[in-house]
């Protein structure tokens, strides 16, 4: 028997009344409903030009066969229903919509209530993350899994991918969002460029989130080591815990291995890199090791270690790729507890440096800390007062200088006055601080103690009125500030110089009592500090251009020094200016000149122009009189639709030397990009590392990382860098 | 030249809360600050203020500025940075999320690391108390909606 209609819709097992009209709801409010409908009571709806079969057994179709159930949709121009087997076969122009993604095909059979079956010579588009590709056959395990035999796998547009991954089997999961591809070959513009064996899994997320997977892998070139090839691997093993493996071949010092692990919990976070090689250039084992980790024990307290190591003084400047790491020759050893009180805290710690030396110009072991103990309390207005206490007890060690046990308290007092356009606050302040030396210089004693007063009186004015900066209503405030000090002489020539050292002249230090940073110094002073900080403040509270300048005036001759010379009766001027010209546009200016000869003595100037996005140049000048004077221009401009120029150069008009220079092209397109970065940067006195990375990166299969990679690089050397990332 | 001294400042709350621990000397000298102002009430609970200031974020970082010619740090870049809002009673957003930027230069020898240490120190807490400056002018600006009732 044959039926007269051209639409049907077949009930499943559990009739149901009011499927008829659940078969017309629109499609996007019956996906939303999909999870509160149990999908075994779905209607199926078949059209088609002609139909016929046995009822309740099977329904043939030809010619615009539309099968449509729940969100699921086939198109053909044949096809047949078994009703009891829910099996469908279909053939000619197969096109199956399951909610965004498509397949189209030669073949198809597949059950429509459980979502099992294959499809023959498919094309398939998954939109999730624009997922595309050919197969041989698709099998469908469910909704969800499915397995692509014999296909390729892209996230480009079209049906010539500058990109696609070739598989001889390719699991996809949306469920799970993970593809997982067998055997395969990873082809670019045509050429094979990668391969993965049958043993060896390669998976990649079906969408931009944080997944296990290939990061992309860095190829290059370095003066130290040759052609090096790294393909890391990265396992998101919670969402708050995580490893990357970092595996890379130099060509002339063998196989390095590298792996990084950061983790985060509600009372404890930290991050360990460990890297090593068996180095075939020096026939040593080499490494290096950097690890942070922070522990809250109790609400109050907290332990936390920072330790870092490396096999030789060469690790960083032979191994590292950026100055980040090659620029510090100081590796830092610290296990700390820290307690927190509500009106003190204390904390215990150890601290001990490894000097990575360069023969050229050595530098002396800092002293080590075994350990320190320091503590502090204090109080904010006490019947007016502000009050506090600093202790500190040190056992400092050293190989060959003198060790000894230091101990210092600090107590002051202060009673400030705050009002809006007024403030004083005297202070006094008592320094008494006990040596006791073990190994004593010849004419050395081996117990000191000394004792110190301090008086500082630090008074200001605020005033206020309309003004307007570049067109702009804005408040410009005028704040004259004048700090006195009074620090009697002790004779401290004798005592040994722990941690103590000149303290920078800023803006910052010559509004302090002390001129010496440390403990083992407190400088004699009877001055006055003046100075003068005007303010551009925008209506909503917005400062937007600051102005200062200061001075130091001596009334008498500073005795206590490290170098032997006395001080002029003006200490040097101070002169600052920095704040924002437009919303693209900042600049600062720091000078410091010398009163005696009217030279600068530090100068630091900055612009900051950053006009759109991936759009900067910074352009600072950095000087410090006999020890540096160095022009950096750095910045990241596009120069066409899909290429960015990056660069930096700093230079040393000091020593007419390239410090560090950078040059990199970024070309990004669709569903890839492309980076090419060539460094150069200065490691020793006679070492410079120079080296070029290419990075290409692949939409969708490989997630970016973090750590040592171009982009990483660009970051930390362009103020204002944003990498054109596909994700 | 037009300046006058700077007038009575009332901030436009009667109290808030200020989202740091007592062990925050950041949190220290912001109250200090309020207080001094006098009308307005520093309250110990977020229930029980006007307006509650909520700290998203601070961070300090320390990174190179400049190296010599040997390859060397010479200067360090500090900055300091604070995202905060305010928030009345009902949760609504007084002030929407704000950032405030602070930066300093620190130079640098490797043997006067422990003194550069408390150095470090010694800038962070200048920075602090310009910070707080810079957040009082902008909580001095507020605008209050009408209570609702």
Same mark, same amino acid.
């Given at each position: ?58 329904? $043939? ?27 469908? !076969? ?7 919509? $399951? ?35 050919? #197969?041989?056959?698709? !099998? ?32 996809? !999961? ?28 390669? =998976?990649? %997320? ?60 509600? =009372? ?24 942070? *980790? ?16 490396? =096999? ?7 191994? =590292? ?10 590796? +830092? ?116 103690? @000394? ?13 206020? $009125? ?29 005592? %040994?110089?722990?941690?103590? #050292? ?16 440390? *403990? ?14 005007? $303010? ?26 490290? !170098? ?46 950053? %006009? ?50 950078? #040059? ?15 460094? @150069? ?14 990075? +290409? ?31 | ?149």
């Amino acid at each position: 028997s044959s039926f007269a209609q051209t639409q049907t819709v077949i009930e499943t097992a559990n009739k149901n009344a009011s499927s008829l009209s659940a078969a017309t709801k629109p499609q996007a409010t019956q996906a939303a409903d999909k999870k509160a409908v149990d999908p075994s009571t779905l209607p199926t709806v078949i059209q088609a030009e002609t139909m016929n079969g046995e009822p309740d057994r099977i329904v $043939r179709m030809e010619n615009n066969v539309i099968v449509t159930r729940g969100d699921t949709k086939l198109t053909a121009e044949r096809a047949s229903y078994l009703q009891i087997e829910d099996q469908l !076969d279909a053939s000619g122009n197969i096109e199956l919509q $399951r909610g965004a993604d498509c397949y189209t095909g030669q073949l198809i059979r597949f059950a429509l209530e459980s979502g099992v079956g294959f499809v023959l010579k498919p094309s398939y588009f998954i939109a999730r993350n624009n997922g595309q590709g050919k #197969a041989d056959r698709i !099998d469908f395990a469910s909704e969800e899994r499915s397995t692509i035999t014999n296909g390729t796998y892209s996230t480009c547009q079209g049906l010539d991918p500058d990109w696609y991954l070739k598989a001889e089997t390719l699991n996809l !999961d949306t469920g799970l969002d993970t593809g997982v591809a067998g055997k395969s070959v990873l082809y670019f513009k045509g050429v094979p460029i990668m391969a993965t064996p049958g043993w060896m899994d390669f =998976s990649f %997320p079906l969408s931009g989130a944080r997944h296990s997977g290939i990061l992309p892998p860095t190829m290059g070139h370095s003066n130290k080591g040759g052609i090096e090839f790294g393909v890391p691997y990265y396992f998101n093993i919670a969402p708050n815990r995580d490893l990357t493996l970092r595996p890379k071949m130099i060509a002339r010092r063998g196989l390095q291995m590298g792996i990084e692990g950061r983790y985060l919990g509600e =009372s404890y976070a930290g991050e360990t890199a460990v890297e090593g090689i068996s180095d075939k250039l020096t026939n040593t084992t080499r490494y290096a090791i950097n690890s942070i *980790h922070n522990q809250k024990l109790t609400p109050e307290a907290v332990f936390s270690w920072n330790l870092n190591r490396a =096999s030789d003084n060469d690790y960083p400047a032979d191994f =590292s790729n950026s100055t980040t790491k090659t620029a510090q020759r100081l590796l +830092l050893r610290e296990v700390g507890l820290d307690y927190y009180g509500s009106i003190w805290n204390a904390s215990l710690r150890s601290t001990s440096y490894q000097v990575l030396q360069d023969p050229s110009a050595p530098i002396t072991l800092p002293y080590e800390r075994l350990p320190q103990l320091s503590f502090h309390a204090g109080q904010h207005d006490v019947v007016g007062l502000d009050w506090s206490v600093d202790a500190l007890m040190t056992r400092f060690w050293h190989p060959t200088l003198i060790r000894g046990n230091r101990a210092v308290i600090n107590p002051q007092v202060s009673f400030p006055i705050i009002q809006p356009a007024f403030f004083a606050v005297p202070k006094l302040s008592f320094h008494a601080t006990q040596y006791e030396l073990d190994n004593p210089a010849q004419g050395q004693a081996s117990h000191y103690q @000394r004792t110190i007063p301090s008086l500082s009186l630090d008074t200001g004015l605020i005033f206020e $009125r309309q003004a307007s900066l570049l067109g702009e209503g804005m408040t410009q405030t005028l704040e004259p500030r004048l700090f006195y000090v009074n620090t009697p002489y002790r004779d401290q020539t004798a005592l %040994p110089l722990f941690d103590t #050292a000149l303290a920078d002249f800023n803006f910052a230090q010559i509004f302090s009592e002390n001129r010496f940073t440390g *403990h083992d110094r407190i400088g004699d002073s009877n001055q006055v500090t003046a100075g003068l900080v005007s $303010r551009f403040i925008e209506g909503d509270g917005t400062e937007r251009f600051k102005f200062a300048l200061g001075q130091r005036f001596y009334f008498n001759t500073q005795k206590v020094s490290l !170098d032997g010379k006395s001080n002029p009766s003006r200490s040097d001027l101070l002169l600052a200016g920095n704040g924002q010209i437009s919303n693209t546009l900042n600049v600062e200016a720091a000078l410091q000149v010398s009163q005696s000869d009217r030279q600068s003595v530090r100068s630091s100037y900055g612009i900051h122009w950053q %006009p759109a996005e991936k759009k900067v140049l910074n352009l600072q000048y950095q000087f410090q009189r006999d020890v540096l004077k160095q022009l950096e221009l750095s910045g990241q401009w596009p120069i066409s639709h899909r290429w960015y120029a990056v660069g930096k150069s700093n230079y040393s008009l000091l020593n007419r030397k390239l410090v560090e220079g950078l #040059a990199g092209l970024e070309y990004r397109a669709d569903c890839w990009a492309l980076r090419f970065v060539a460094h @150069r940067f200065a490691t020793t006195t006679l070492n410079n590392n120079s080296g070029i990375a290419i990075q +290409l990166e692949l939409t969708g299969l490989a997630r970016l990382g973090f750590g040592s990679n171009p982009i990483e690089t660009l970051k930390k050397s362009i103020n204002g860098y944003q990498p054109s990332t596909t994700n | 030249c037009g300046f006058a001294l700077r007038g009575a400042v009332n901030l436009p709350f009667q109290s808030i809360y200020v989202g740091l621990p007592d062990s925050s000397a950041l949190g220290g000298e912001l109250k200090r600050h309020l207080r001094a102002n006098g009308k307005t009430e520093v309250t110990s609970q977020a229930t029980t203020a006007e307006v509650v200031l909520d700290v998203l974020g601070e961070t300090r970082e320390k990174t190179i500025l400049s190296l010599n010619s040997q390859g060397r740090v010479r200067e360090f870049n500090l900055t300091y940075n604070l995202k905060f809002r305010l928030r009345d009673k009902a949760g609504r957003e007084v002030l929407a999320p704000t950032t405030i930027s602070l930066k300093r230069n620190l130079s640098f020898k490797e043997n006067e690391v422990l003194a550069k240490e408390a150095e470090e120190t010694l800038l962070y807490r200048d920075m602090q108390s310009e910070l707080v400056q810079q957040i009082m002018r902008r909580l001095a600006v507020v605008k209050m909606d009408t209570p609702s009732t």
